[in-house]
């Protein structure tokens, strides 16, 4: 039995996967792990780059779009390990992130699942990096904005359980499938991904079940990046159903029998938020097809931070991310693909797929 499988599910990103994976290889020379590849039937390159620079990672290929949960499940099941790493192909890892994560396990036999602080492209901190249960009035208060006006409230911000330090270890509800450690035990008693939720919503479920089986979820400050902001389209009816979906998924799972005066507020705030959205993007493509609409300028070299990522340990690279007060993104060179990686190239992979998939 391995220490670690590295769980990541693709679908038509196959520049960012290659620099996920080539972090992953610094990550875990000292580790015993092996990677898992699943492929949603992505109709790019993500293959044939896999099978040529990462010779030693396990592929899965699928006929066509799993999904997250049945994707990440696939792999789950195929693989034998004390340890399960689901992590997002459009993240970078510093090189001690994964036998830190590892070693935490180890000492904390309690830990059910782990997550870790997760950078935006600007080098903010990443929200989601530590949140709450979206019990129904969790979930009011994060889609009517109260959750935003004051995220550290106990009570109205705990969606993020904004007044948790970032740079200390600490106990929290729900671990992001960006980069979500799993005990294989944890899921063995209470079960893989929901593979009802297609997209969005299923990590949640299973931080859920996992505290409900008695284990703990935990948040340890490593630093990571996670392209989220820039590879997901929000713009979409198929987000917007997806998406707001899947809360509705969840309440209804784990909260059947709550009165009609608490579920009814929840469930119209909830769709009142996706209708809203739709008109604002409904309006955004009538102005944009009328000329009123001016678009964003081109990116130029000026707007990013570049790192040589055969000069640069991942480790420096977030550190010099963290933190930054100006507006520049990362780019990462290549000098084996002779190529620059922006978040620009995830927004283009987005605009041109078919479906969506966890990216």
Request: charged fraction near 25%.
């Amino acid at each position: 039995m391995k220490k670690l499988s590295i769980v990541i599910v693709s679908y038509n990103v196959a520049d960012y996967l290659v620099q996920c994976l080539t972090s992953v290889s610094r990550a875990i020379k000292n580790v015993d792990a092996d990677v898992w590849i699943v492929d949603n039937n992505s109709k790019d390159e993500t293959i044939a780059l896999v099978e040529k620079m990462f010779p030693d990672a396990n592929i899965i290929a699928s006929s066509h779009n799993l999904g997250f949960a049945k994707a990440n499940n696939k792999a789950i099941t195929d693989s034998d390990s004390q340890y399960v790493l689901l992590l997002n192909p459009d993240t970078i890892v510093g090189e001690e992130v994964i036998k830190d994560t590892v070693d935490f396990m180890d000492k904390h036999p309690d830990a059910g699942a782990l997550g870790v602080r997760m950078l935006q492209a600007d080098g903010n901190d990443a929200r989601e990096s530590r949140r709450g249960i979206p019990d129904p009035l969790t979930s009011f208060f994060k889609v009517t904005g109260l959750c935003k006006r004051f995220p550290e409230n106990h009570r109205l911000g705990h969606y993020y359980m904004g007044w948790l330090p970032w740079d200390k270890t600490c106990r929290i509800e729900v671990v992001s499938g960006a980069f979500c450690m799993l005990r294989r035990k944890a899921i063995e008693q209470v079960g893989s991904l929901d593979e009802d939720f297609f997209m969005y919503g299923e990590d949640i479920d299973l931080s859920y079940r996992i505290l409900k089986g008695g284990w703990n979820n935990y948040y340890l400050p490593s630093l990571i990046l996670h392209y989220k902001g820039e590879s997901t389209t929000k713009t979409s009816f198929r987000y917007l159903h997806v998406f707001y979906g899947s809360m509705l998924i969840f309440i209804r799972k784990h909260y059947p029998n709550m009165g009609l005066l608490i579920s009814l507020p929840v469930k119209a705030a909830i769709l009142f938020m996706a209708f809203l959205s739709l008109v604002r993007m409904t309006a955004r493509a009538i102005s944009k097809s009328l000329g009123f609409f001016r678009p964003a300028k081109d990116a130029s070299s000026n707007d990013y931070i570049l790192f040589d990522a055969s000069q640069t340990t991942y480790s420096e690279m977030l550190r010099n991310l963290q933190g930054s007060d100006h507006k520049k993104k990362i780019a990462v060179y290549y000098h084996d693909l002779q190529k620059v990686i922006t978040p620009d190239d995830v927004f283009n992979h987005v605009k041109r797929r078919e479906d969506f998939s966890r990216i």
